[in-house]
C-alpha cells in the first residue's frame, strides 16, 4: 500500500521526496509522540506538520509568532488546495467570524492562531469541542527566555500539554544551541520529549570574515563583486541602513533600506521590490528577515556583528537557498564587540540573562577569530561534527604563500 504521507507530499504539495528530517518528524508526530524539530532556515519545516495534518485530519492548530507569517502560510496553503484558516488582529471582524464558521464546521484542516489569542480562555474552550488532532508551534526559541527573540506571550504556551493531553505538539525552531533546546523542551513538553536535529550544514555557504577597516568601501566591493545578484545586508542601525543603502546607490547600485522604524508602506515596498525583482541589495536591520524565503539570494554581508553565533547562523542562511554557490560575508572589529557588550549591559535584565548573553557573544567572537574552519566551529557549536570544509575563508587560505608580501597582509589583517 502506499504511505499516506508521501502521497500527501506529492499531491498536495508537488514533491517527489521528503528533505532530510521531514520524513522521520512526520512520521514521530503519526505515531502520537511529541517533537522538537531543530532545523536550519530554509530546511523545510513547515511541511514538518502540514503533511500530518492532512494524514491526520480533524484540525490542527499552528502558532505563529507573527501576522504577515501567518498570511504568507495560509495563503500558500490555499493555492495547494489546503483549507487553511487563520484569525487574527489584521483582519476586520466579518473574516474573522467566517473564518472561525469554517473551522467550528470542521472545514478548517490548519488554523493558524498567535500565541495570546490561542491561549484565550474563550478561544480554549471552543476549540476543547473540536476535534484537535495535532498543535505546531512555529518559532519555537521564542518560548526561551534566556534567547534574543523571547516572547512573553509564548510562556503561555507552557500549558497546551495539559489542555490537550494526548494531542501530538510539534515544536519547530532554526536556533539550536543547547540551552535552548533543554529550555523548550522543558516549558512546552516538561522535557518529554523526541528532539530532532538536523542537517544544519549549508555546504553552498561560503563563510568568510574580514577585518573592518572602511566598511562602506568593503562593502561596496563586495557588492561589486556580486553584480546583478540580490544579497541582504545586515547593519546595527537604522541609520546605518539608510546611510549604507544611500552609498550604494550613489555607486551606482540599486538599494533599498529596511527598518522597523520606516513606515508600514515603504518597508512593504520595499520588501516586494527585493522579492520580486532581482539584484535587488536589501540593506536592513535584523527587522528584516524573518519568513522571508527568495531563493536566489546570492549573499548575506554583516557590516556589524551580529548578538550570537545562532542570530548570525540564522541570518546567513538566508542566502543560497537555491542551492547555488552563496556566500556569507561578516566584516569583524574590535569596536563591535565593545558596541554589543555596552547594548547587554544596558538591558534592563537580570543579572543571569546578561551573563548568558555575554557567553553568547564569546561564542561568536571565537568563531570570528579561528584560524580553523569556521564551518567545523559553527556545525560543532550546533552539535554537529565535520571534516574542514573547503569552504571557508580559513579552508581556503590554508595554501601555502609563497610570496611574503601576501602573507604579511594575512597576518596583519587579523
Ligand atoms: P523553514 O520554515 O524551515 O525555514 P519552509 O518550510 O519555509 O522552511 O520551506 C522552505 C522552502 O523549501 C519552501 O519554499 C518549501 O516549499 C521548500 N520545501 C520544503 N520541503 C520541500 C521538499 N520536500 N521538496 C522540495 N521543496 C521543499
Ligand atoms: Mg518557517
Ligand atoms: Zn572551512
Known sequence: AEDPKRRVLKDVFGFDDFRPGQDAVTEALLAGRHVLAVMPTGAGKSLCYQVPALVLGGLTIVVSPLVALMQDQVAALRLAGVAADTINSSLDRDANVAAWR?????????????PERLMTARMLEALARLDIRLIAVDEAHCISQWGPAFRREYEELSRLRDIFPGVPIIALTATADEATRTDIAAQLFAGRVESLVLGFDRPNIKLGIEAKQDSKRQLLSFVERHAGRS??????????TEEMAAFLEKNGVRALAYHAGMSKDAREANQNAFMTLSGVVMVATIAFGMGIDKPDVAYVFHTDLPGSLEAYYQEIGRAGRDGRAAEAHMLFGLGDIRMRRLFIEDEDAPAEHKRRAHGRLDTLIGYCETAQCRRQILLGYFGETAVPCGNCDNCLDQTPHADGEAEARIILAA
Request: aromatic share 8%; charged share 20%.
Open 102 to 114: 469554517r473551522v467550528a464546521a470542521g472545514q478548517t484542516r490548519l488554523l493558524y492562531l498567535a
Open 231 to 240: 544579497g541582504i545586508v545586515y547593519c546595527l542601525s537604522r541609520k546605518k
